[in-house]
C-alpha cells in the first residue's frame, strides 16, 4: 500500500484538478438546452447547492411532502434549480438520495442525467414541465454516464456485465422457450407477448439480466420492459445500467464495495456467489469487523488496512497493490465456471491465462504465494472433477439421443432434469465453493449431490439402454435435489 500511494495521491490530486476544469465542459455535452453547473461553480467544486429547510408552523411536524421545500440559490442554472425544487415536493425520498451523493456535491443534478434533446428517441416531458422546450427521461443508459466517465464504461461494456448479460435471455432461443412458452405458461393457453406471459421474465430474469427497452407512442417505456437489470438495452443504443452495483440516487462508491451490492443477483441454488462469501474465511472477517472497515477511500486507493480481508469488489473489481480498478468483472478469471463445461476463458469471455496471473496478484497482498498456490491448484483440480462427471453425463445424454431414448419435453425428461441439476446447480455450486473458499458449497451442495445426481442418471440410463424404451412416470422432483 505504502509504496504506491505517494504516487497515487499525486495523481488523484492532478486528476482532481482535471475534472473541476473539465465538469462543466462535460456538463454542456450532456445536457445540451443549459447545463446545469455553470463553470465557476463545478471549477470550484461548488459543493451542494445552498439548500433552506422551511420547516412545518411551530412545533407540529407538517406532512412529508410540504414539509421541506429546497430553494436552490446557486450553483444551479434556473432550469436545473427548477428540477430539484419541484421534485423536493413530488419524489422526496429521490432529492434525498441526490443530495447525500457525492455527485451532488460536484453539482451534477437531475437535469445532467435526465434531460434529454428534443430529437432523442427516448424524449419525452414529465408532468412538471410539459409545453417548455425542455425534454427529459425517466431511462439513462450507460451512455449518459459515459459522457463524464468514459473509462468505466468502456471497461464495463468488454465485460460479461454488459451485453452478454441481457444476449443470455434477448438472443438466445432456448431461453426464450422457457421464459414465455413454459415460465410465461404459453403451453397452458396464455397468448405470447401479453402481460401474464411476459410476466415471468419481467419479475424474473429481467430484473437481474437486463432486458430491450420498448417504448410507447409517448417515448415512455412500457410496461415488462423496464426497469431491468445490468445488461438493459436502451432506445439510445446503450447497453447496460450502472445503477445495479451503487443504487440511484447516492451513486454511493462505498455501497459497491460491499458485498451487497453483488447479493441481489449473485445468490441462490444456481449461483450461490454470496452464500458461499458469507460463509468463506473472508466473510467471516466482513461479518465481524466489517462495520470498522473504511469503505469511503477514493477510488484506486481502497487498501488493505481500509480492510482487513476481500469483498466481492475487492478481488473482482477494486484497485489493490499493483493492480488498478476495473470495471471490466472478467479481467481477473480464469475459467468459465458458469457453463456447461469449464473450459479457460478466451474471447468475448476474457483472457483466462491472464485473468490468473491478476486474480493470484490479489491473493498476494495478503497471502503467501505457499498458500495461494495450494488454493489455486485445488480449484484447478476442482474444475477438473468436475468436468469428468460432466463428460461421462454428457457421453450418456448423446447415446440416449442417438438410440432416440430422450422425451422431446425435457423437463418431462428425468434424465434431462438430473443433467441440468448435475452442471447448472450442483456443478455450478462445486465449482464456484471451490474458487471462492467455500467449503460447504463445494462439498455438501457441490460434489456430494454431484455424485448422487450421476448415479440416478446412469440408473435411468441402464433402464432405457435395457429396455430400449423410455421409463413411464418422471421419478424427479420439480423442484429437483436443492
Ligand atoms: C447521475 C445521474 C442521475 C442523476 C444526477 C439523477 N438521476 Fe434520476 N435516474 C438515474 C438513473 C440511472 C435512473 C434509472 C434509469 C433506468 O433504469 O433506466 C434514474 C431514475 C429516475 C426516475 C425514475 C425511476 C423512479 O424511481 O421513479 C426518476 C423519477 C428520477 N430518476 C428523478 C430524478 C431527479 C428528480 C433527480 C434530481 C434530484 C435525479 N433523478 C437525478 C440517474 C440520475
Ligand atoms: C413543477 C414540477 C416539476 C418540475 C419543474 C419537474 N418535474 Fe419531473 N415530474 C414532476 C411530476 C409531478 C412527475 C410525475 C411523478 C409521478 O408520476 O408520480 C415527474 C416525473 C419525472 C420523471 C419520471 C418520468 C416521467 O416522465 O414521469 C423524471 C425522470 C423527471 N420528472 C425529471 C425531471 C427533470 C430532469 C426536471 C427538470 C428539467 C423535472 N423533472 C422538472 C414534476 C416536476
Ligand atoms: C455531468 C457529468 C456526470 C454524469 C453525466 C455522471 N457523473 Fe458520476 N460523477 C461526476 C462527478 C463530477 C463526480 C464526482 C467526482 C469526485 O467526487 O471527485 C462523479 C462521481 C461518481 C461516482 C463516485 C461516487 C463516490 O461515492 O465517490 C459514481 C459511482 C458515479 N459518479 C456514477 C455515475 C453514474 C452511474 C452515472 C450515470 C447514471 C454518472 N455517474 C453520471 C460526473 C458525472
Ligand atoms: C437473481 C438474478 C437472476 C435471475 C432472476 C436470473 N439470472 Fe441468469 N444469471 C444470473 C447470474 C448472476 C449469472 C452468472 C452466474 C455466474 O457467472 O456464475 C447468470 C447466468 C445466466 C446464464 C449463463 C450466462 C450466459 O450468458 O450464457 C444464462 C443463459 C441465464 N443466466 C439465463 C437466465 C434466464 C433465461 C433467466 C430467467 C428464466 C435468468 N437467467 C434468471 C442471475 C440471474
Ligand atoms: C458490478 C458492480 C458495478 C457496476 C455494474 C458499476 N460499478 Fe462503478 N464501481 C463499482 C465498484 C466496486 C467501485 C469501487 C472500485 C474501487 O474500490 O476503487 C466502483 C467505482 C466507480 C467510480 C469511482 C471511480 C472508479 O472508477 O473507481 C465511478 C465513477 C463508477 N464506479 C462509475 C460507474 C459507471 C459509469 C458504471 C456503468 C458503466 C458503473 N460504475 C457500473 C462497482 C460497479
Ligand atoms: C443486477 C444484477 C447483478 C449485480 C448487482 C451484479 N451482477 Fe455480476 N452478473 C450478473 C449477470 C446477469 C451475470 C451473467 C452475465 C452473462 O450472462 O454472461 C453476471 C456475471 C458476473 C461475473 C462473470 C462474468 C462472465 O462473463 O462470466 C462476475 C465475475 C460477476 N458477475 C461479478 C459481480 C460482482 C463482483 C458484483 C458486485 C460488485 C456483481 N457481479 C453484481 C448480474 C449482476
Ligand atoms: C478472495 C477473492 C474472491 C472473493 C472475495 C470473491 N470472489 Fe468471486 N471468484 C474468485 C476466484 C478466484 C474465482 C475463480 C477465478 C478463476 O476462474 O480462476 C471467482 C469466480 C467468481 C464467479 C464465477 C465466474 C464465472 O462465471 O466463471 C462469480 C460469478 C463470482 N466469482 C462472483 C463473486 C461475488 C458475487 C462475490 C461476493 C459475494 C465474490 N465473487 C467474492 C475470487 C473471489
Ligand atoms: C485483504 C487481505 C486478503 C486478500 C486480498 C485475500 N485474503 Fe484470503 N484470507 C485473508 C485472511 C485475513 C484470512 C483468514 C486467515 C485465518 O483463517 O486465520 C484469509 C483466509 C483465506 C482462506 C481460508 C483458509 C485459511 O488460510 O484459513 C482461503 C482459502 C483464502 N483466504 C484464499 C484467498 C485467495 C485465493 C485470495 C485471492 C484470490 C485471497 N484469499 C485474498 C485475507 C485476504
Redesign the pocket.
Known sequence: MQRRLGFQTLSLLLLALALGATTAAVAHEAAPAAPSAPAEAAVAGAGTAEIATHGGAGDLPAPVKAEKAFDVKRGYTAEAARCIECHAKETPGIVEGWRLSRMAHASVSCYDCHVVEAGSPMASQCDGIKGTDIYTSPMVSVKRCAKCHPAEAEQFSKS?HARLASAAIMDNPDMEKLMYHFEGGEFLGNTLGTGPNRAARATGCQMCHGAETELGPDNKPINETWPGGIGQRYPDGGIGNCTVCHTRHMFSIAEARK?EA??S??LGPD?P??E???S?K??QMFLTHGEDWVWDSAPDTWEPGDYT????????MSGIGELSTTHN?NA????????KR?VI?SGERGD?EK??VD?LK??SNCHSSLHTDAI?TS??NA?ELYNTYYDKANAMLEDLREKKLLKDDPWKDPFQELFYYLWHHAG?RA??GA???GPDYAQWHGFFQIFQIYKDMEDIYNYRIKNNKIEELSPVMSTGPL
Open positions: 460479461g458485498p453483488c447479493a443477483c449473485h449461483h456467489n454470496i458461499i462469501y458469507l468463506s473472508h466473510g480481508a476481500p469483498t466481492c469488489a475487492t478481488c473482482h468483472v481477473r478469471l480464469k475459467w468459465d465456471l458458469v457453463h469449464s476463458r483466462g485473468g490468473r486474480m490479489v491473493c489455486m480449484l484447478d474444475v455450478r465449482r464456484q474458487a471462492m473458499n
